[in-house]
C-alpha cells in the first residue's frame, strides 16, 4: 500500500460537481506541498492544482481556474472541490506531493494510485 491513497472519484454529469480528497498514511508531509495531476490515456499529466502547506499558495491548471478549489485540512490530506465539470474533465486524477508548491510532475516525489472521475455530457 502506497503513502498516498485518493478518493471521492465517479461518474457526475456535466455541470456537476465532485469533491476528490487525498489522504497519507505511514508518514507526515508537513513540509511538503501537496498537489493533483491528471491524465488521460495517451495524453501527458497535466497539472491541476496545488497548496503549501498553510493554504497560502495555491496553483492552478489554465484549464480548471475559477472552477477547482484545492484545499487542505492538515499535513496528510488535501482536497479537490470540482464544479462545473465539462466532459474534457474525464481523467484519472492522481495526488502527489513536493518539497516546494509547482506545477512540474517531476518535481513530485510521491503518488497516489489515482481515481478515475468521468463526466458524462
Known amino acids: 500500500q502506497g503513502l498516498l491513497s485518493e478518493s471521492g472519484g465517479g461518474l457526475v454529469q456535466a455541470g456537476g460537481s465532485l469533491r476528490l480528497a487525498c489522504s497519507s498514511s505511514?508518514?507526515?508531509?508537513?513540509?511538503?506541498?501537496m498537489g493533483w495531476f491528471r491524465r488521460v490515456p495517451g495524453q501527458e499529466r497535466e497539472f491541476v492544482a496545488a497548496?503549501?502547506?498553510?493554504?497560502?499558495?495555491v496553483l492552478y491548471g489554465d484549464s480548471v481556474k475559477g472552477r477547482f478549489t484545492i484545499s487542505r485540512a492538515n499535513a496528510n490530506m488535501v482536497y479537490l472541490q470540482m464544479n462545473s465539470l465539462r466532459p474534457e474533465d474525464t481523467a484519472v486524477y492522481y495526488c502527489?506531493?513536493?518539497?516546494?508548491?509547482?506545477?512540474?510532475?517531476?518535481?513530485?516525489?510521491?503518488w497516489g494510485q489515482g481515481t478515475q472521475v468521468t463526466v458524462s455530457s
Open positions: 497548496i503549501n502547506l498553510s493554504g497560502s499558495s
Open positions: 505511514g508518514r507526515t508531509f508537513s513540509s511538503y506541498a
Open positions: 502527489a506531493v513536493s518539497r516546494g508548491i509547482q506545477t512540474l510532475s517531476a518535481m513530485y516525489e510521491y
